[in-house]
């Protein structure tokens, strides 16, 4: 489902990726740990497309996308959600998830999208209609995923998820993000601790810094 071999990535001439290889099969969840600064965001940054690679390549399917612009990579199949649960917060609970299924075809039924997520989430059902803004972080965090889950995506890189959200939303959102991968999602989740998201990974890479504090 996604492929990733020898990718090389960085910021001007600053090198950050140096030949990372990671394969994330459908129904599998692999974990990207590591210290702050180590690069875990740039990887997600550089599979999505928002950074040009400089080297390796980065398939979806079997086909090259390496280098190919953000739009085209989410038009293929694949979601980026970014740390700090970003979400529109003057758009209510209800519009921020449609959102998310903007560009598909159709006029899609929007229980029948978003049921399974809020079925996980019911605090977002009972403040559909709230403004994002009314939201605590980690129901902010909640509804992101809930955007990105009526994208139906078949890959799903999600960055930090727990970061500044309350201990106790944390299991609620990695149980979601492994029912999610057991529908057949290829799920790469970034984190700076180990913590409870090993336990719903099967593979694990890490990402680490020098003594000087280089990636
Ligand atoms: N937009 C940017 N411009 C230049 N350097 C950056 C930029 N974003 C991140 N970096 C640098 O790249 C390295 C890796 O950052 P990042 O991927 O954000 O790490 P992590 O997500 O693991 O905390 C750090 O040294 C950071 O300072
Ligand atoms: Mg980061």
């Given at each position: 489902m996604l492929e990733i071999s020898g990718l090389h990535a960085g910021y001007g001439r600053v090198p950050v990726l140096r030949g990372i290889d990671l394969s994330v099969a459908p129904g599998e969840i692999v974990l990207v740990l590591g210290p702050n600064g180590a690069g875990k965001s740039t990887l997600l940054r550089s599979i999505g497309g928002f950074i040009k690679p400089t080297a390796g390549t980065v398939r979806l399917d079997g086909k090259d996308v390496t280098g190919l612009a953000p739009e085209e990579i989410t038009r293929r199949g694949l979601r980026l959600v970014l740390?700090?649960?970003?979400?529109?917060?003057?758009?209510s609970v209800r519009d921020n998830i449609r959102l998310g299924a903007a560009f598909r075809g159709g006029r899609p039924d929007f229980e029948a999208m978003a049921g399974p997520a809020l079925e996980m989430f019911p605090i977002l059902r009972q403040k559909?209609?709230?403004?994002?803004?009314?939201?605590?972080g980690g129901q902010q965090q909640m509804l992101a995923l809930a955007q990105a889950f009526v994208a139906q995506p078949r890959v799903l890189l999600c960055d930090?998820?727990?970061?500044?959200?309350?201990?106790?939303?944390i299991p609620p959102i990695l149980d979601f993000l492994k029912r999610w991968a057991a529908l057949g999602t290829a799920v790469v989740i970034v984190e700076?601790?180990?913590?409870?998201a090993l336990a719903v990974a099967v593979q694990a890479i890490y990402l680490g810094l020098d003594e000087e504090g280089t990636p």
């Open positions: 740390d700090g649960h970003r979400v529109f917060p003057e758009l559909l209609h709230d403004p994002a803004r009314d939201l605590s930090e998820p727990s970061l500044g959200i309350a201990q106790m939303l700076q601790q180990i913590d409870s």
